[in-house]
């Protein structure tokens, strides 16, 4: 069976199919989580890594970590990808989007998914929940920034049902603002 189709019936089931006998469900993200989080930006590869922080790091610091584990829900929000399966790696954080307020009104979002799990639509489900999650608290858009080479980053915000607005771009790197103003309806499958 194709990914697009499991990923469409394991929706159903709520949570995503990411190989035999391999699930990942999402939950707002919690106190507790810091140590896994750090964990899992540990685990990225350095080239994910860079994408996602926009330069090179080792992972995230105890800072952030506290930062992106304590957000209260209503002014930023978090969430986290969760692997389950039989095996040592049950349990284990594949997968962050974090939502960040910005003073204009904005809130700006950034993913990362596990290097051996991208392409299986894990970073588009967290976005599909960031959005929800934005549309809940009032945020007018959402802005994010890539590199302009950022391929999967692209077609995961093209894909967000969205429209995606260039505000400027800097050193390599584009900002983009999707706002919220018309429903969407994001696809869990391609049409
Ligand atoms: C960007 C990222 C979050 C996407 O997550 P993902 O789970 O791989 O994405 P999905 O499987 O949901 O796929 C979403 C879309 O991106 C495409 N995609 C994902 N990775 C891709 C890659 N390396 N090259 C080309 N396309 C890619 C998918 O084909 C899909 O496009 P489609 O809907 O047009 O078919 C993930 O690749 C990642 O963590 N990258 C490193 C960190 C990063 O770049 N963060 C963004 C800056 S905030």
């Known amino acids: ?15 995503l199919r990411v190989g035999a006998h391999r699930w990942v469900s999402i939950r707002p993200i919690e106190v507790s989580d810091a140590g896994d ?22 992972g995230i610091t105890d800072e952030q970590a506290a930062r992106f584990s304590s957000v209260d829900h209503v002014t930023a929000d978090g969430l986290v ?26 809130s700006e979002v950034a993913v990362a998914v596990a290097d051996e799990l991208q392409g299986q639509g894990i970073g588009r489900e967290l976005m599909r929940r960031a959005v929800d999650s934005a549309r809940r608290r009032g ?8 590199f302009t080479d950022s391929i999967g980053m692209r077609r995961l915000l093209a894909g967000a ?6 505000r400027g771009t800097r050193a390599g790197v584009v900002e983009v603002e999707l706002p919220l103003g018309t429903p969407a309806t994001i696809p869990n499958r391609k049409e």
Do not use: Q
């Not at 989080?37 to 994408?51: I, N, Q, T, V, W």
């Not at 990808?81 to 904005?106: K, M, N, S, W, Y």
């Not at 049902?161 to 260039?166: E, K």
């Open 1 to 15: 069976m194709s990914t697009i189709a499991t990923t469409e019936r394991s929706h159903r089931e709520g949570r």
């Open 37 to 58: 989080l750090s964990a899992f930006y540990a685990s990225l590869s350095p080239a994910s890594r860079h994408r996602r922080f926009l330069g090179a790091t080792s």
């Open 81 to 106: 990808a969760i692997l389950a399966e039989a095996g040592r790696d049950d349990g284990r954080f594949v997968g962050h989007v974090c939502i960040e307020p910005d003073p204009d009104g904005t």
């Open 139 to 146: 945020v007018r858009a959402l802005t994010a920034s890539l």
């Open 161 to 166: 049902g969205l429209p995606v607005v260039p």
